[in-house]
């Protein structure tokens, strides 16, 4: 079973940026599609990122196009977010996930089989 852990979250001001780790263990870091999430308070759990097994297929939320980055380093077993050009409307707590189910990409919450504890997004304007 991986457990994924989830840091580099904070404060930041708009047209900051910030970038977003998810250290993995316990698993083979290569089954892995990998996607990131965000929650806002009050509303749902919402698909931003994923990335396939290899890191060749990669897919956004129009909300994040252009801005935010998703990227994967298999000597590490970590997944990366960089979030640029950060508005208010980007503050939540972001989730880092995890499927053996998938090739390629995955953008539901029920597709994933494995969840970080998540960290606090705060973007002030």
């Known amino acids: 079973q991986v457990q994924l852990v989830e840091s580099g979250g904070g404060l930041v001001q708009a047209g900051d940026s910030l970038r977003l780790s998810c250290a993995t263990s316990?698993?083979?870091?290569?089954?892995?599609?990998m996607g990131w999430f965000r929650q806002a308070p009050g509303k749902e759990r919402e698909f931003v990122a994923t990335i396939s097994r290899s890191g060749g297929s990669i897919y956004y939320a129009d909300s994040v196009k252009g801005r935010f980055t998703i990227s994967r380093d298999s000597a590490r077993n970590t997944v990366y977010l960089q979030m640029n050009s950060l508005s208010p409307e980007d503050t939540a707590v972001y989730y880092c996930?995890?499927?053996?189910?998938?090739?390629?990409?995955?953008?539901?919450?029920?597709?994933?089989?494995?969840w970080g504890q998540g960290t606090q997004v705060t973007v002030s304007s």
């Open positions: 996930a995890a499927t053996a189910s998938f090739r390629f990409a995955a953008s539901r919450t029920r597709d994933y089989d494995y």
């Open positions: 316990g698993g083979t870091f290569s089954s892995y599609v």
